[in-house]
């Protein structure tokens, strides 16, 4: 119905900046919350950011409030995410999400690494 592809990870010092993107097409018109996970080496694929089909409602992870910004173009079918005062501990694969609960749908990106070094 709907692919993802994300683009934009790679390696940063400490305290750099990335900006991912989220490149969507198909059925793009369903597509209304979309959202950034990420899973770390070892660890379970946790929540990042998400953001409403407008673009008027977005909500953080704790651990990445006010270093994140998550953002959405529909006339590009784009979303992004820029990534500030990067930390070792953000180093994970991150992955876009596109879902629209009335019709089930629930899309996944590949993922992009993103590796922040000390």
């Known amino acids: 119905q709907v692919q993802l592809v994300e683009s934009g990870g790679g390696l940063v010092q400490a305290g750099g900046s990335l900006r991912l993107s989220c490149a969507a097409s198909g059925r793009t018109f369903v597509i209304y919350d979309m959202g950034w996970f990420r899973q770390a080496p070892g660890k379970e694929r946790e929540f990042v950011a998400r953001i409403s089909r407008s673009g008027g409602s977005t909500s953080y992870a704790d651990s990445v409030k006010g270093r994140f910004t998550i953002s959405r173009d529909n006339a590009k079918n784009t979303g992004y995410l820029q990534m500030n005062s990067l930390k070792p501990e953000d180093t994970a694969v991150y992955y876009c999400?596109?879902?629209?609960?009335?019709?089930?749908?629930?899309?996944w990106g590949q993922g992009t690494q993103v590796t922040v070094s000390s």
């Open positions: 999400n596109a879902e629209n609960r009335e019709l089930g749908l629930s899309s």
